[in-house]
Nanobody, 123 residues
Framework: QVQLVESGGGLVQAGGSLRLSCAAS????????MGWFRQAPGKEREFVGT????????YYADSVKGRFTISRDNAKNTVFLQMNSLKPEDTAVYYC????????????????WGQGTQVTVSS
């Protein structure tokens, strides 16, 4: 059974940094894309970025490009989201997700989801 468990969320001041982790288990993820999404209260789930498990290639939403970085540690089956220069508008629940195949910004195309971790950025 596939499990994705996020951690690392919290409260940070604007301009600060946080690193989220997503521990993946239950299968091998070669051929999978790992995605990060976020959802603020009253808003739709928003694409943040992806990383291909095998190649490590990444793709980001324009809203986070240059500030956020996705990486993975194959040995630990963990994906990271490094968030720098955080803004109040980055406040949301952040989710890790996985899909078989190529990157997609559409959350409905992801098969597996974590439970989410809250990130709050104060002004």
């Amino acid at each position: 059974q596939v499990q994705l468990v996020e951690s690392g969320g919290g409260l940070v001041q604007a301009g600060g940094s946080l690193r989220l982790s997503c521990a993946a288990s239950g299968r091998t993820f070669d051929g999978y894309t790992m995605g990060w999404f976020r959802q603020a209260p009253g808003k739709e789930r928003e694409f943040v970025g992806t990383i291909r498990w095998s190649s490590g290639s990444t793709y980001y939403a324009d809203s986070v490009k240059g500030r956020f970085t996705i990486s993975r540690d194959n040995a630990k089956n963990t994906v990271f989201l490094q968030m720098n220069s955080l803004k109040p508008e980055d406040t949301a629940v952040y989710y890790c997700a996985a899909r078989r195949g190529t990157p997609s910004p559409r959350h409905v195309e992801y098969e597996y989801w974590g439970q989410g971790t809250q990130v709050t950025v104060s002004s």
